[in-house]
């Protein structure tokens, strides 16, 4: 996937900067308070570094504010959202010597990449435990938007329920939003009402689906930030991203002059995601067997331990990443859009 590479001259030991155009308010309670906090951890960790960043751009404007930032001598600018690659790809044109990166990028080009991180890594721990839990073997899954990464995520968490229970079924309702607190407590409720599941997942960026949860007492697990506040005694676990991770290594491949504008894509034993604490109710067994495979993960092949004897067992990386498009699992039931 390398397409091309900053110059040695691009990254020195003279000091780095970078900037992140978020497309959210940074305290959204999900994907981009995640991002911000990696952010924060990177600015922390690394010397020598300046960082900046704007919250809430539009994609319309993102051309703009990613040329600004080029323009205003940023060794790097992060783009968080699918939605900013092609305007992050526009500017990355006009500045050949800025490094351009768009989280959950559709595809990667001369002068821009992809990052993201192995969720369903987390997710499928999340899946396990939730399949030891429920008693009524119908688990709900409230999904955002149908594109690639949240399908993967889908079918890793599937995985993990049809691992530790082959009887459970997984059942998916859309909202196409990544954040519509309404319809998500709407169809939260609805998975409840109409197919009696008592375990709850989502990948939205409001606690909305876990508050319903809460009120209907079932299980619950959030989605990127760990967030026990909002489901109490029912919380389960979240899946959880360390953006900081993918940060700095990208940014110090520009540091070293060793970028390429591919994709990059680490997981669980790159310490990229994991899981929160569980929550106060939920059993010893639970825990100790989730934490359990998690170790295994971390010292061994999660890819292998996450999708073998399914569909995704023979896909690259590459293919995990960008293609996933459909229902893969056999437990999960939704329609596809």
């Given amino acids: 996937m390398a397409a091309g590479c900053l110059s040695e001259d691009s990254g020195s030991d003279a000091g780095l900067s970078a900037a992140w155009i978020y497309f959210a308010e940074a305290d959204d309670q999900g994907w981009t308070s995640s991002h911000d906090a990696g952010r924060q951890a990177t600015e922390d960790e690394l010397d020598d570094f300046e960082g900046d960043y704007v919250e809430s751009v539009d994609a319309s404007d993102v051309e703009q504010t990613a040329s600004q930032f080029a323009e205003d001598s940023f060794d790097v600018v992060f783009g968080l959202s699918a939605s900013f690659t092609d305007p992050m790809a526009a500017a990355s044109e006009e500045y050949p010597d800025t ?10 080009g001369e002068n821009y990449g992809a990052f993201h991180e192995k969720l369903y890594h987390a997710r499928y721990l999340v899946g ?10 119908n688990i709900g899954y409230v999904a955002a938007n149908p594109v690639s990464t949240v399908y993967q995520e889908i079918n890793g968490f599937a995985s993990g329920v ?20 309404a319809t998500e407590g709407e169809n939260a409720q609805a998975l409840i009402d ?29 989605y990127a930030e760990s967030a026990p506040d909002a489901a109490g005694d029912n919380y389960l676990m979240t899946p959880v991203f360390n953006w900081e991770v993918v940060y700095m290594q ?25 899981i929160s604490d569980p929550g106060p ?35 690259s990386e590459e293919e995990v990443l960008f293609d996933s498009s459909s229902f893969e699992m056999d437990n999960i039931d939704g329609q596809e859009l």
């Fill in 194 to 222: 109409d197919e009696d599941v008592d375990v709850m997942a989502q990948h939205q960026d409001s606690p909305s689906v876990l508050e319903t949860a809460a009120e209907n007492d079932i299980w619950a697990s959030g």
């Fill in 128 to 137: 396990y435990a939730a399949g030891m839990l429920t008693e009524n073997d």
């Fill in 99 to 108: 490094a351009f990166e768009v989280a959950s990028g559709i595809d990667t």
């Fill in 162 to 181: 049809a691992d530790a229970n082959g009887d459970a079924t997984v059942y998916v309702r859309w909202t196409n939003s990544w954040y519509d607190p």
């Fill in 281 to 315: 109710e939920v059993p010893d067994e639970v825990v100790e067997e989730v934490t359990s495979i998690k170790e295994d993960m971390e010292s061994g092949d999660a890819d292998e331990i996450v999708w073998s004897d399914t569909p995704y067992e023979d896909w």
């Fill in 250 to 274: 990208i940014i110090e491949q520009v540091r070293a002059g060793e970028w390429e504008a591919g994709y990059t894509f680490p997981g669980i034993a790159d310490g990229a995601v994991d």
